[in-house]
């Protein structure tokens, strides 16, 4: 994954045009940015998603050992 310093200035596309042109091949991702806002986690909990096309996609959190 590569950044591209500075393209989020001129706003969201321009961001996306620009690590699109400079970044990303052929089959790679860009992810824009979040849909939903940030929440807290603590250990015990998990987070999931469920991506059109893709399933589910869960992430447990754990305390440190």
């Known amino acids: ?19 699109r042109e400079t970044a990303a091949g052929v089959g790679q991702i860009v992810l ?3 849909l939903d806002p940030m929440v ?6 998990t987070v999931a998603a469920e991506p059109s096309g893709l399933g589910v996609v869960a992430v447990p959190f754990q305390a440190k050992e």
């Open 32 to 34: 824009g940015g979040a």
């Open 1 to 19: 994954m590569a950044l591209v310093p500075g393209a989020d200035l001129d706003g969201p596309l321009e961001s996306v045009a620009e690590l």
């Open 40 to 45: 807290p986690v603590a250990p015990g909990d």
